[in-house]
């Protein structure tokens, strides 16, 4: 089963990822509401998550940032970037993240990408 | 003279005497055998040789001057053609008689003597080369010399003329010669009207005029008298020299002053002349634009720095100024050099300078031409402002379309995904609870989109438009809110609670009240994971600083707020340094009213020490007080 870090500010948005992402049958191993904490709960996760959903706007640190602290701890982490600012989008992958989702999206955009982007591997 | 033998018709001893007392050295010479010796000399030939001619005599000729076969050939010569002649020349005797120069008189005496008297002429002919050199560097001199030198009689025929004179008509000297200088260089008939050597000859005196040709030169013409050793007049020198150009350029630079002091009389522009002390030379009437409070003879010769009163309130400007001056008199020019100045006691205006060196009869002085720049400056402060202005609202144009962009998103999201999800799960009908909670979610967020466009119209009227503060029941206005979001939340467990002993809290405030206290509330709700949200509002009065308040404390049991973002929370903004996400406007609204309001927010934990328990928003709004 594919296992799901969210790091997600907005509440209501992270319950819904969560929803969606147990009804698509993977495994919501974490939730984060800012970029300080997603690295906290990645650094403590003694198995760490196969893919992690990103959102960038976040209170403390933002998801790039967080991403590049993601990265050097584990290299090849997967990070699919969702955010409403498509101008961060090449920022994102430059940084080392796997793929970007504009949001709006529909739900099964975002299935199909992490389907994807977990059998890339 | 023991030699002399027969043949002498003379009285001997007359002879001999007159012989000897000739004054300039002769020898007789005899003729023996085709030979000639020598018989006999005078004693100024002996004193010549310093008694050596003694030696020589009755010597063959040959022997004698052996190194010198020119006076052998005259001697020779004399006698073979019984002629007496001279001749200059040079020869040596012995020891004493050495490059002599002399002019020998060679006399036959029949029947076989040849006296010759010999004149020393070295001395006349050093003289003489001395002054044939002088004369040739004198000619040197008077033909380099560019001004023209005409000698003349009296009655203007020239003598002599240097080559300069010659060549400026195109002759060569002999042309000129027995000319009369009229006829010459002016072309005419007769003397020129106020001719200077005329004059010179008549007054005796050096005479000086200007006068111009027909070809349009002009010349300044000097006329000296020459006098003879009886002090008359007998001829005169001209010496002239061609100012065409000299003319022309004092012609120009008149002109030139005559427009400089025209400008400087005319310009609109205030011109101060200042000279290399700093001292005000001369200033021009527009002045008076600029200073009012001098009258401009007051001004003149004052320090510029009196002048302009940089002693009173401009010190600072001083050494600006003597930069500026230093920087001028090294040759460079300054423009633009901007300053303020009193234009009364009362009146301060803006004035640029131009500054740079002129010379006015020999005189470096600084030029100042200053220009009354208020206007503009006040234009270019207005201009300023309105750039602020402009980018002021260009930075709040981008802010309002960043939150837009990014909350109306997010709000988006969530109500796509609600539905995307509720569509699976109607499908299913297994889990009744989720699809309760998803309705729950589309109804928070379309309350939410609904602020946010609330928030934004409200944060733009409380930049934009002036508000008064008039008195309100504050918490009436808590009620009606704390009403409002129940309703609108009946579907989430939210309990409100309000504690306050007081039943009517006036304070300074307006409409936006409700705003605030709504902004406050809703994010409690929001940023809460509990099923059961619990929100108590405690309300008391605090005295600060002679001031009044009310203190209201919004106490929730949300997701709290991290130390660090506890300020950072209120900053938000199109001004912010940092942009603080997942936040929406409504604290940025809540502080803009309170700031409005002249009150206070702070936010604390609700367990100190523990920000994930919940926060504490503590307001204070000004209150009504009793007696006004």
Redesign the interface.
């Known amino acids: 089963m594919v296992k799901i870090l969210i790091v997600e ?5 992270q ?3 969560e ?2 992402l147990t ?1 698509f049958g993977f495994e919501v191993v974490g939730k984060a ?2 970029g300080k904490d997603a690295v906290d709960i990645f650094l403590s996760m003694p198995f760490k998550p196969d893919i992690i959903l990103m959102d960038h ?4 640190k ?1 998801g790039i940032d967080a991403s590049i602290e993601i990265l050097k701890i584990k290299r090849h982490t997967k990070i699919i970037f969702t955010s ?2 498509k101008s961060i989008a090449s920022k994102a992958l430059s940084v080392g993240a796997t793929s970007f989702i504009e ?6 955009t975002l299935h199909q990408e992490i389907e994807r982007v977990y059998n890339d591997s | 003279m023991n030699n002399l033998n027969d043949g002498l018709e003379l009285d001997l001893e007359k002879f001999k005497s007159a012989f000897m007392s000739i004054p300039i050295p002769c020898y007789i010479w005899k003729r023996k055998e085709n030979k000639f010796y020598l018989v006999s000399y005078n004693k100024a030939l002996n004193h010549l040789s310093k008694g050596e001619i003694k030696s020589y005599l009755g010597m063959e000729l040959s022997q004698i001057f052996n190194d010198d076969s020119m006076i052998s050939m005259d001697i020779n010569n004399c006698y073979n053609n019984k002629l007496n002649y001279c001749k200059e020349m040079r020869y040596n005797l012995g020891n004493h008689i050495k490059n002599r120069i002399f002019i020998a008189t060679f006399d036959f005496i029949s029947p076989d003597l040849v006296v010759v008297f010999t004149e020393d002429i070295t001395k006349q002919k050093k003289i003489e080369n001395t002054l044939r050199k002088e004369e040739k560097e004198k000619s040197i001199i008077l033909e380099s010399i560019s001004e023209h030198i005409v000698y003349q009689d009296l009655k203007n025929k020239i003598l002599w003329t240097n080559k300069a004179a010659a060549d400026s008509v195109d002759l060569k000297i002999h042309n000129l010669i027995g000319k009369k200088c009229y006829e010459i260089w002016p072309k005419r008939d007769s003397p020129c009207i106020g001719c200077p050597i005329i004059e010179a000859v008549k007054t005796r005196k050096p005479t000086s005029e200007e006068m111009s040709t027909p070809d349009g030169r002009i010349w300044s013409i000097k006329g000296y008298p020459v006098f003879d050793a009886k002090e008359n007049v007998v001829a005169a020198v001209e010496i002239t020299k061609e100012i065409t150009q000299i003319k022309k350029a004092e012609e120009n630079l008149k002109k030139t002053q005559l427009k400089y002091q025209e400008l400087f009389d005319n310009s609109p522009y205030s011109i101060f002349l200042i000279d290399i002390n700093g001292i005000l030379v001369d200033c021009n009437a527009a002045t008076k634009n600029i200073i009012s409070y001098h009258t401009i003879d007051d001004m003149i010769g004052k320090h510029f720095t009196d002048v302009l009163s940089l002693n009173e309130g401009n010190i600072h400007l001083i050494p600006q100024f003597k930069k500026k001056i230093q920087k001028v008199i090294r040759g460079e020019e300054v423009k633009d050099f901007i300053f303020p100045i009193s234009r009364t006691a009362a009146e301060k205006i803006w004035v640029s300078a131009s500054v740079s060196l002129i010379k006015i009869v020999q005189e470096r002085l600084i030029q100042f031409i200053i220009k009354d720049i208020t206007e503009n400056k006040e234009t270019e402060e207005k201009l300023k402002e309105s750039e602020v202005k402009f980018r002021e609202s260009f930075n709040r144009t981008k802010f309002y379309k960043d939150i837009f962009a990014h909350d109306i998103n997010n709000i988006l999201q969530n109500i796509s995904s609600a539905i995307d999800l509720l569509n699976i799960k109607v499908e299913e009908i297994t889990v009744p609870e989720e699809c309760e909670e998803l309705l729950s979610i589309i109804k928070d967020q379309v309350i939410r989109g609904t602020n946010l466009v609330s928030n934004v119209r409200t944060l733009s009227d409380v930049e934009d438009l002036s508000f008064s503060i008039e008195e309100i029941n504050a918490l009436g206005v808590l009620k009606d809110v704390k009403n409002f979001l129940i309703k609108s939340y009946h579907d989430k467990n939210v309990e409100i609670m309000i504690n306050t002993p007081y039943d009517e809290i006036k304070v300074y405030a307006n409409q936006l009240l409700s705003d605030l206290f709504e902004n406050i509330l809703i994010n409690a709700i929001r940023y809460n994971r509990n099923h059961s949200i619990q929100i108590i509002i405690n309300i008391s009065k605090r005295k600060n600083k002679d001031n009044n308040f009310i203190k209201l404390e919004f106490i929730d049991n949300g997701i709290g707020i991290p130390d660090t973002m506890k300020e950072k929370i209120f900053q938000r903004g199109y001004n912010a340094k940092e942009f603080v996400s997942g936040l929406g406007l409504g604290l940025t609204l809540v502080k803009k009213i309170l700031n409005l309001y002249k009150g206070e927010i702070w936010v604390q934990d609700k367990i100190e020490g523990d920000y994930t328990q919940g926060s504490n928003f503590v307001i204070l709004i000004p209150e009504v007080m009793a007696n006004g």
Request: charged share 25%.
């Open positions: 500010d907005d509440l209501s948005l319950r819904l990822y929803m969606m009804t509401s800012n706007r976040m209170p403390l933002n409403a600012d949001k709006p999206f529909a739900i099964t």
